[in-house]
């Protein structure tokens, strides 16, 4: 019998690669029963090339939540109750850090397991202030002083939009019809526009990773309000990391999920063996272990309570639970990705031209409609 090599695909960043390509060296195919190698994609990757055609490379695809609804039109995925028991799902979903489960199902299933979890949170130079600002007045302040970059390239633009919007009470989609609710949007983009013309424009093209890279090796920028997370930057005592603001001390959280799953391709034979390490890859022993060690950000709530673990990687996990528990989903309807770069290039643009909030909000929910299929879960 012929000993399966299966292949995975996932991306190029510490965080999304050395953890699983650590736990494939560890596979002996002899003992094990089958073999893994793991490929690597730009972090851009998630956009560059369809879900489908992804799923026609690689037994497993390593995605984000925004993705699920164009697997399912595209079929290409296996859904997790095919391959787990109902108690095991239960178990994780009651284990993983807030929405890191639910957030890939879709049309009464699941699709993808969470292995790392991650949403937008506040990262911060702990040389340049004692405490973090805590509310979205007080940011602005420190804004208008100079120093605070908002996070608004690719599809952060959109995203960092949702979030103020969600901290105003008002979550994506609520309805299944209409992008955002129009008050909250239009107090939304006063607050994004004001943020927008003081942030650095040499920062304006990064992406999350350059922003954490810059900030961490320079100390013009002392802020950013709403950056994923990204556990990596956290040692070392330059960069802090803290709850994304809020409107008031006692208001929602603003902040929309992130993070990846493992999704099982309809190429991949899948093995009894198989479905074993992907077990191991979600146990709690391997989650505050084995992952972190190799720089992976866990998605179990264990692993980001664990005190040995906070202590060597600088807090970051405690001091950004509470953002994670109540972060938001973004719109997961095939088409959902289209729609978000299409709407983050238009909030720039807007940004750039000074357009009035409800000719932007006209333009946002045109397109919303325009990549969503009629009838289409959100």
Same mark, same amino acid.
């Not at 949403?119 to 002083?145: G, H, I, K, N, Y």
């Not at 013009?220 to 994304?244: E, H, M, T």
């Not at 272990?289 to 906070?310: M, Y």
């Given at each position: 019998?012929?000993?399966?090599?299966?292949?995975?695909?996932?991306?190029?960043?510490?965080? *999304?690669?050395?953890?699983? &390509?650590?736990?494939?060296?560890?596979?002996?195919?002899?003992?094990?029963?089958?073999?893994?190698?793991?490929?690597?994609?730009?972090?851009?990757?998630?956009?560059?090339?369809?879900?489908? &055609?992804?799923?026609?490379?690689?037994?497993?695809?390593?995605?984000?939540?925004?993705?699920?609804?164009?697997?399912? $039109?595209?079929?290409? =995925?296996?859904? =997790?109750?095919?391959?787990?028991?109902?108690?095991?799902?239960?178990?994780?979903?009651?284990?993983?850090?807030?929405?890191?489960?639910?957030?890939?199902?879709?049309?009464?299933?699941?699709?993808?397991?969470?292995?790392?979890?991650?949403?937008?949170?506040?990262?911060?130079?702990?040389?340049?202030? &004692?405490?973090?600002?805590?509310?979205?007045?007080?940011?602005?302040?420190?804004?208008?002083?100079?120093?605070?970059?908002?996070?608004?390239?690719?599809?952060?633009?959109?995203?960092? !939009?949702?979030?103020?919007?969600?901290? =105003?009470?008002?979550?994506?989609?609520?309805?299944?019809?209409?992008?955002?609710?129009?008050?909250?949007?239009?107090?939304?983009?006063?607050?994004?526009?004001?943020?927008?013309?003081?942030?650095?424009?040499?920062?304006?093209?990064?992406?999350?990773?350059?922003?954490? &890279?810059?900030?961490?090796? +320079?100390?013009?920028?002392?802020?950013?309000?709403?950056?994923?997370?990204?556990?990596?930057?956290?040692?070392?005592?330059?960069?802090? #990391?803290?709850? $994304?603001?809020?409107?008031?001390?006692?208001?929602?959280?603003?902040?929309?999920?992130?993070?990846? *799953?493992?999704?099982?391709?309809?190429?991949?034979?899948?093995?009894?063996?198989?479905?074993? +390490?992907?077990?191991?890859?979600?146990?709690?022993?391997?989650?505050?272990? #084995?992952?972190?060690?190799?720089?992976?950000?866990?998605?179990?709530?264990?692993?980001?309570?664990?005190? *040995?673990?906070?202590?060597?990687?600088?807090? !970051?996990?405690?001091?950004?639970?509470?953002?994670?528990?109540?972060?938001?989903?973004?719109?997961?309807?095939? *088409?959902?990705?289209? !729609?978000?770069?299409? $709407?983050?290039?238009?909030?720039?643009?807007?940004?750039?031209?000074?357009?009035?909030?409800?000719?932007?909000?006209? +333009?946002?929910?045109?397109? !919303?409609?325009? %990549?969503?299929? %009629?009838?289409?879960?959100?």
């Amino acid at each position: 019998m012929t000993t399966p090599a299966y292949r995975g695909l996932t991306w190029d960043h510490p965080r *999304g690669y050395r953890a699983l &390509e650590a736990a494939a060296a560890q596979v002996a195919p002899a003992r094990d029963g089958f073999a893994l190698s793991w490929d690597r994609h730009s972090l851009e990757g998630f956009e560059e090339r369809p879900i489908g &055609e992804q799923c026609d490379l690689y037994d497993l695809v390593v995605l984000d939540h925004p993705h699920v609804g164009e697997a399912v $039109a595209a079929d290409c =995925l296996i859904p =997790l109750e095919d391959l787990f028991s109902a108690e095991e799902i239960a178990g994780w979903s009651a284990a993983v850090m807030g929405r890191s489960l639910s957030s890939y199902r879709y049309a009464g299933r699941h699709w993808a397991l969470p292995l790392d979890a991650a949403t937008q949170v506040m990262a911060w130079r702990r040389e340049a202030m &004692e405490q973090p600002p805590t509310t979205w007045e007080a940011v602005v302040e420190l804004s208008d002083r100079g120093g605070v970059a908002m996070s608004l390239s690719g599809p952060h633009a959109a995203l960092s !939009f949702q979030s103020i919007c969600a901290a =105003l009470g008002a979550t994506p989609v609520t309805d299944g019809k209409n992008f955002i609710d129009r008050a909250a949007g239009r107090e939304a983009w006063a607050l994004l526009s004001r943020l927008a013309a003081r942030s650095p424009k040499a920062l304006a093209a990064m992406n999350p990773i350059g922003i954490l &890279e810059h900030m961490s090796a +320079h100390d013009d920028v002392v802020l950013c309000p709403l950056v994923y997370g990204y556990v990596n930057y956290a040692p070392g005592g330059v960069l802090g #990391f803290a709850d $994304a603001p809020r409107v008031s001390a006692d208001g929602p959280v603003g902040s929309m999920l992130g993070g990846t *799953g493992i999704g099982v391709s309809k190429r991949c034979a899948v093995t009894p063996d198989l479905l074993n +390490h992907l077990r191991w890859l979600m146990s709690m022993e391997t989650q505050s272990g #084995f992952i972190p060690d190799h720089e992976g950000q866990p998605s179990l709530k264990s692993a980001w309570r664990n005190a *040995g673990v906070n202590a060597r990687w600088g807090g !970051f996990y405690a001091d950004t639970f509470a953002t994670l528990e109540g972060a938001s989903l973004r719109p997961r309807h095939d *088409g959902a990705i289209a !729609f978000q770069t299409a $709407a983050s290039q238009r909030l720039r643009e807007g940004l750039e031209a000074g357009d009035p909030a409800d000719v932007v909000l006209n +333009h946002l929910q045109a397109l !919303f409609v325009r %990549h969503r299929p %009629h009838g289409a879960e959100t």
